[in-house]
């Protein structure tokens, strides 16, 4: 692969088309192309029999497949959840998280190397930043789900699997090829603030959701920010049907930046301001992350803090008990005290709510536990 060449998955379909307009190449073949890197989620240009040698010629001489190869994967006990270390190409690596839930599957996908923001409970801000990734980089990661969901051409029965070494795997693909699962839902959550990249990451959701390629509806996808001001502006201006999610965590800005050092650059009260513009421009509410920490924001006085503050907006609250990273001695809120939190945001202030799954944390896959270290 030469050092210049252009990364496929960071086209558009358009992008794609122009691209063979400028070799002089009819864009029938792009189309072609299109299908085998999306639908077919082909691996390489040898499976690729009904594009024109010229045109193979053309692709293997100036462009490449960004796949990201596997440098770890495990999976967890309950067999819902694996995680993928992600070797690229640069020597860094990323992680990306598979979820299964009843009826779905999810994508937990990474948007830089490391993260800036530094929050104190999060394993990924630890580690500081080192890169933003590229746009084919992020759509990778999709991609990679993707094709580790289909379905294995032989018949997979769970009365077979102990055949296979992997049993949490073979349940897996026995799950796929009963329910023809797909990826369906991403959720930028992974490593890094997604708008601290907001070019990539919105080149990569144009890409994903292109219903030519993997159709990953724009309401299926959540993008979660730490509170960066200017980002969450623009995807208001730009009016994305994404899901936008916020990390409050606290209530005062004294609190929040005690924990979300980011806090200091976006004070709680612009955040809010700029919360209250995304709605009112997009009509759309906006998720709030609140991370419960035992002793330190899970009270009944934070509860109808949060109430306060959020009173009037179209928003929903997700309760996420605190997931233990090394480098933070805080401790996850105990299971009445979510439900009592929960309860007063419900009666009180009619505020919806749910308490986080807590999936994958025995393999590090939780919530603020993705690093590379």
Not at 90 to 109: H, L, N, Y
Not at 316 to 339: D, R
Not at 359 to 367: E, F, K, S, V
């Amino acid at each position: 692969m030469a050092a210049a060449s252009a990364d496929l998955y960071a086209f558009t379909r358009s992008e794609l088309d122009g691209l063979l307009v400028r070799w002089s190449l009819s864009p029938v073949h792009a189309a072609r192309l299109w299908n085998y890197l999306y639908l077919e989620l082909a691996a390489s240009f040898d499976v690729m029999p009904e594009l024109p040698e010229k045109v193979l010629a053309r692709l293997r001489a100036e462009t490449h497949l960004g796949l990201l190869p596997i440098a770890l994967a495990s999976d967890s006990t309950d067999g819902f959840t694996r995680k993928y270390l992600l070797q690229l190409a640069d020597g860094e690596k990323i992680e990306t998280v598979r979820m299964r839930f009843t009826g779905r599957v999810t994508a937990c996908i990474s948007s830089q190397v490391g993260c800036a923001m530094g929050c104190v409970f999060c394993a990924t801000g630890q580690m500081g930043f080192t890169r933003h990734l590229t746009a084919g980089e992020i759509v990778a990661q999709a991609v990679h789900v993707a094709r580790a969901l289909r379905p294995s051409p032989a018949k997979i029965d769970e009365n077979t699997c102990h055949l296979i070494g992997d049993i949490s795997q073979c349940a897996q693909r026995a799950d796929a090829a009963r329910t023809g699962a797909r990826l369906r839902n991403i959720v930028l959550m992974g490593m890094g603030e997604p708008l601290h990249n907001y070019d990539a990451v919105m080149h990569a959701v144009d890409i994903m959701t292109d219903s030519a390629g993997l159709a990953v509806a724009g309401e299926r996808i959540t993008l979660s920010t730490v509170g960066v001001v200017p980002g969450i502006l623009r995807l208001a201006a730009d009016r994305r049907p994404l899901h936008l999610a916020v990390s409050l965590h606290a209530a005062t800005q004294s609190e929040r930046a005690a924990l979300v050092p980011a806090a200091k650059k976006w004070p709680l009260d612009e955040l809010m301001a700029a919360c209250r513009a995304y709605s009112a421009q997009t009509g759309r509410r906006i998720f709030y992350e609140w991370t419960l920490i035992d002793g330190r924001n899970d009270s009944p006085d934070h509860a109808r803090a949060v109430g306060r503050l959020l009173r009037g907006l179209p928003a929903q609250v997700n309760l996420i008990p605190l997931n233990p990273i090394a480098g933070y001695s805080g401790a996850p809120t105990h299971t009445v005290a979510a439900k009592h939190f929960q309860h007063i945001l419900a009666t009180e202030f009619r505020l919806p709510s749910t308490v986080r799954q807590r999936r994958g944390l025995d393999i590090a896959a939780g919530c603020g536990q993705l690093a590379v270290l």
